[in-house]
């Protein structure tokens, strides 16, 4: 039996898949952010995106992003949160280390929010040059 290349590259992508989570389910490295810092802070600066600080409470108060909502995803009210959000805005969210902010990302998705950049850390995007409160 011969196996296409098209069925190849999606058992590799699967494997990596697999081998990433395997990863992540030991909080060895957060998954990548689904665009660069700089990137993240464009988008931010043009008011393409609405920034979502994943944090907690006493973390976005520490410092997040200029204009930024706290939606906090530890917390009991954050699926009810997210249904209350827009489905036509576009949201860029992030948190301390991509952990969250991906987990959030995939929830928001599920939840029927299209519009979702995972922007990764927090101090990648201060780093890059997002202003801060």
Same mark, same amino acid.
């Given at each position: 039996?011969?196996?296409?290349?098209?069925?190849?590259?999606?058992?590799?992508?699967?494997? &990596?898949?697999? *081998? =990433?989570?395997?990863?992540? $389910? #030991?909080?060895?490295?957060?998954?990548? %952010?689904?665009?660069?810092?700089? /990137?993240?802070?464009?988008?931010?600066?043009?008011?393409?995106?609405?920034?979502?600080?994943?944090?907690?409470?006493?973390?976005?108060?520490?410092?997040?992003?200029?204009?930024?909502?706290?939606?906090?995803?530890?917390?009991?009210?954050? &699926?009810?949160? *997210? =249904?209350?959000?827009?489905? $036509? #805005?576009?949201?860029?969210?992030?948190? %301390?280390?991509?952990?969250?902010? /991906?987990?959030?990302?995939?929830?928001?998705?599920?939840?029927?929010?299209?519009?979702?950049?995972?922007?990764?850390?927090?101090?990648?995007?201060?780093?890059?040059?997002?202003?801060?409160?």
């Amino acid at each position: 039996m011969r196996i296409s290349s098209l069925s190849k590259l999606l058992f590799l992508m699967l494997s &990596a898949g697999c *081998l =990433a989570g395997s990863g992540l $389910a #030991q909080g060895l490295t957060p998954p990548p %952010a689904d665009v660069a810092p700089k /990137s993240a802070v464009k988008l931010v600066k043009k008011h393409k995106v609405l920034p979502l600080d994943v944090r907690t409470p006493e973390e976005y108060h520490a410092g997040h992003l200029q204009g930024a909502r706290n939606l906090d995803i530890k917390s009991p009210e954050f &699926a009810t949160q *997210l =249904a209350q959000l827009d489905t $036509a #805005q576009t949201y860029l969210v992030y948190c %301390a280390s991509g952990n969250r902010s /991906s987990k959030a990302a995939n929830m928001m998705r599920e939840k029927g929010l299209r519009h979702v950049i995972n922007a990764g850390a927090y101090i990648k995007l201060k780093e890059a040059g997002a202003k801060t409160e």
